[in-house]
T-cell receptor
């Protein structure tokens, strides 16, 4: 069966510091991978998605970037965090034809920028 | 993009009551998804619907794919305290690789 791992679970970082959140998927190959951000427990905002190694689509211009160095690894990064980057970050995966597929989430990373 | 309107925004109900929530879209979807999110955790898929008119159950949960393909409904029967959480509807884009989400329904069950 497929599993998704996301870490760390919580992170407190000062403004201006770098960020690296990692997500890996097991039990499937060539998944579509996604990064979402959720503020105040509501509203899932799509940040990035990837359909293959090295292929990244950005949905919202911002202080963040994403990379997919391996088939089942998705990384969310920032060179310098802003206070507004605080939030709950969720990694997710899907497979097959998206129009008839479903999305599966990791347990999230709670990021607090101080 | 495709927008999903979810209602109600929040619900406060007594334990044992039934719950209904719905999701509408201005455009058609080929798939409707319903998720539940517990505090501090990622959303978990409850029910997936793939065919217009389809009615699917998962325990006390029942969801329906609207005939017009522009709406979906989720019902929870005989609510219990562990039903507390935020419920999201979602649908994959008909073209492209995104998934669109409703704004969520926050459910509180009073024992």
């Amino acid at each position: 069966s497929q599993t998704i791992h996301q870490w760390p679970a919580t992170l407190v970082q000062p403004v201006g510091s770098p960020l690296s959140l990692e997500c890996t998927v097991e039990g499937t190959s060539n998944p579509n991978l996604y990064w979402y951000r959720q503020a105040a427990g509501r509203g899932l905002q799509l940040l990035f998605y990837s359909v293959g190694i090295g292929q990244i689509s950005s949905e919202v211009p911002q202080n963040l970037s994403a990379s997919r160095p391996q088939d089942r690894q998705f990384i969310l990064s920032s060179k310098k965090l802003l206070l507004s980057d605080s939030g709950f970050y969720l990694c997710a995966w899907s497979e097959g034809l998206v129009a008839f597929g479903s999305l599966h989430f990791g347990n999230g990373t709670r990021l607090t920028v101080t | 993009g495709q927008q999903l309107n979810q209602s109600p925004q929040s619900m406060f109900i007594q334990e044992g009551e039934d719950v209904s929530m719905n999701c509408t879209s201005s455009s058609i979807f080929n798939t409707w998804l319903w998720y539940k999110q517990d505090p501090g955790e990622g959303p978990v898929l409850l029910i997936a619907l793939y065919k217009a008119g389809e009615l699917t159950s998962n325990g006390r949960l029942t969801a329906q794919f609207g005939i017009t393909r522009k709406d979906s409904f989720l019902n929870i029967s005989a609510s219990i305290p562990s039903d507390v959480g935020i419920y999201f509807c979602a649908g994959p884009a008909n073209t492209g690789n995104q998934f669109y989400f409703g704004t969520g329904t926050s459910l509180t069950v009073i024992p």
